[in-house]
């Protein structure tokens, strides 16, 4: 199995302030990496795939990086509705998710 | 508009069975691939499941493997789960995703449906 480990677990910013995730496989997937945002008991959504496609209606601050084994998701200003918890996604080998990262005011 | 409406969650006996409908809406069912993810309380997104828009191929975890059938009938818009065998570890919120396109991530998820395993 692909395992993907996200850090940090916690990213504690503000509003305004640049958020800089990473995804890390324990085995290449390629540009197959896909991020989601998930607030409180809402769905997830998805935000860029195959490492740097951003989904429809996803905001230019959002943009996606790497490939291979290292990627980063990477909010450019923080806006009050994007604190959250933040997974990435592999499909290139079967389906996995990493752990999330939350990030708080 | 993209909706999926997932129902037939429920409290279930350890080593029991259940099936989830969900029923899909605003997009032509046939053209899409499907997937089940699920998240156990306060934990983070599993995939479940996946079947391709024909319903010819489906996809497993080995965590679920044996034990879990996706299936759809396309002339109801409708994707069903299949899950026996139940155990106390499968307890979550079960959500219904669309994928973008063939193979590609889920940009579209219902509400999930809450399964509930225990004595």
């Known amino acids: 199995e692909t395992v993907l480990t996200q850090s940090p677990a916690t990213l504690s910013l503000s509003p305004g302030e640049r958020a800089t995730l990473s995804c890390r496989a324990s085995?290449?997937?390629?540009?197959?990496l896909a991020w989601y945002q998930q607030k409180p008991g809402q769905a997830p959504r998805l935000l860029i795939y195959d490492a740097s496609n951003r989904a429809s209606g996803i905001p230019a601050r959002f943009s996606g990086s790497g490939s291979g084994t290292d990627f980063t998701l990477t909010i450019s200003s923080l806006e009050p509705e994007d604190f959250a918890v933040y997974y990435c996604q592999q499909r290139s080998h079967s389906w996995t998710f990493g752990q999330g990262t939350k990030v708080e005011i | 508009e993209v909706q999926l409406l997932e129902s037939g969650g429920g409290l279930v006996q350890p080593g029991g069975s259940l099936r989830l409908s969900c029923a899909a809406s605003?997009?032509?069912?046939?053209?899409?691939?499907m997937n089940w993810v699920r998240q156990a309380p306060g934990k983070g997104l599993q995939w479940v499941s996946a079947?391709?828009?024909?319903?010819?191929?489906?996809f497993y975890p080995d965590s679920v493997k044996g034990r879990f059938t996706i299936s759809r009938d396309n002339s109801k818009s409708t994707l069903y789960l299949h899950m026996n065998s139940l155990r106390v570890e499968d307890t979550a919120l079960y959500y219904c995703?669309?994928?973008?396109?063939?193979?590609?991530?889920?940009?579209?998820w219902g509400q999930g449906a809450q399964v509930t395993v225990s004595s």
């Open positions: 605003g997009f032509t069912f046939s053209d899409y691939g």
């Open positions: 079947i391709s828009g024909s319903g010819d191929s489906t």
């Open positions: 085995q290449s997937v390629g540009s197959f």
């Open positions: 995703a669309k994928e973008k396109g063939h193979r590609l991530p889920c940009d579209h």
